[in-house]
């Protein structure tokens, strides 16, 4: 049982480029989430996917889209990096939406943008 | 606009004290999380209250939901508790957790 498992744990691009985070879960949950870290502020949502098929944007989504693949895979992808989105990004799933759930993280995938 | 306030920033603690980190927030809430961020990043939730108090271990979170604040203690502190202490709610009914900055806690031997 992996719980959240997120790929890659690194990666360097630079302005322009597009990548996709991978994010998978295997403990059946339906809700799914991709936060930002940065320093000296609080973990942000950037977008969630209460259950498969449906997703819908956070605090702060532009620059990014996801796709809930399937029920234990959501990703997130940059189209175009901009330095403003060298962050770490976690990704996080529950057994059901909103605040009364436990949310399990994945380990945080470090992404620098030059 | 949720807003939630962690005090202190920072704290620094000898082996064996008594510890509390503290959370304000401005909305109510469904519930409120306490989760534990290891110097190597990773996340785990420690509590999720909505009335009174819960305890696992020495780890021990109350709230007063009509003050809207909520207490994390740590009893005899060891330093395997050094870690960032974040807390986190959101409004009934919405998908969306507003976290705290965050509760730098370093334990000295």
């Known amino acids: 049982n992996a719980g959240v498992t997120q790929t890659p744990k690194f990666q360097v691009l630079k302005t322009g480029q597009s990548m996709t985070l991978q994010c998978a879960q295997d403990m059946n949950h339906n809700s799914m989430y991709w936060y930002r870290q940065d320093p000296g502020m609080g973990l942000r949502l950037i977008y969630y996917s209460a259950s498969e098929g449906t997703t819908d944007k956070g605090e702060v989504p532009n620059g990014y889209n996801v796709s809930r693949l399937n029920k234990r895979e959501f990703s997130l992808r940059l189209e175009s990096a901009a330095p403003s989105q060298t962050s770490v990004y976690f990704c996080?799933?529950?057994?059901?939406?909103?605040?009364?759930?436990?949310?399990?993280f994945g380990p945080g995938t470090r992404l620098t943008v030059t | 606009k949720n807003e939630v306030e962690q005090s202190p920033q920072n704290l620094t603690a000898q082996e064996g004290e008594f510890i509390t980190i503290n959370c304000s927030y401005s909305v109510g809430i469904s519930a409120l999380h306490w989760l534990q961020q290891h110097p190597g990043g990773g996340i785990v939730s420690l509590f999720m209250?909505?009335?009174g108090k819960k305890k696992h271990g020495r780890l021990i979170a109350t709230i007063n939901i009509q003050e809207k604040h909520s207490s994390l203690h740590i009893t005899a502190s060891h330093p395997r508790d050094s870690a960032v202490y974040i807390c986190a709610n959101s409004g009934a009914g919405s998908y969306q957790l507003t976290f705290g900055k965050g509760t730098k806690l370093s334990v000295i031997p």
């Open positions: 209250l909505s009335s």
């Open positions: 996080a799933s529950s057994d059901s939406g909103g605040a009364g759930y436990e949310q399990y």
